[in-house]
Nanobody
Framework: QVQLVESGGGLVQAGGSLRLSCAASGRTFSSYAMGWFRQAPGKEREFVAG???????LVADSVKGRFTISRDNAKNTVYLQMNSLKAEDTAVYYC????????????????WGQGTQVTVSS
């Protein structure tokens, strides 16, 4: 069982930056692929970025060049650094953990956090 707690969301002006954190419980954090997803009002949840056990990463085209995902296995934490934020980045951001591979991260991933709100004002 893995419990995930996101933090770092808030209100920021367009062009600004935020860093989200997701702290995971358990001793096997390093064995999970970790990902960030987001859901805007009236829209489906979408993949933002993921990082595998080996540190390999995937980033959605919509945020490529602006968002960076990283992990610190010693701290059981995954981060999402968000720069050059746009109004369309406004959403609830969720952290997910999956014991399978990075490419399997998705809505069927078994562990999810409660989400943290990110609001970008234009």
């Amino acid at each position: 069982q893995v419990q995930l707690v996101e933090s770092g969301g808030g209100l920021v002006q367009a062009g600004g930056s935020l860093r989200l954190s997701c702290a995971a419980s358990g001793r096997t954090f390093s064995s999970y692929a970790m990902g960030w997803f987001r859901q805007a009002p009236g829209k489906e949840r979408e993949f933002v970025a993921g990082i595998g056990r080996s540190g390999s990463t995937l980033v959605a085209d919509s945020v490529k060049g602006r968002f960076t995902i990283s992990r610190d296995n010693a701290k059981n934490t995954v981060y999402l650094q968000m720069n050059s934020l746009k109004a369309e980045d406004t959403a609830v951001y969720y952290c997910a953990a999956d014991p399978r591979t990075l490419l399997r991260l998705g809505n069927e991933s078994p562990y999810w956090g409660q989400g943290t709100q990110v609001t970008v004002s234009s």
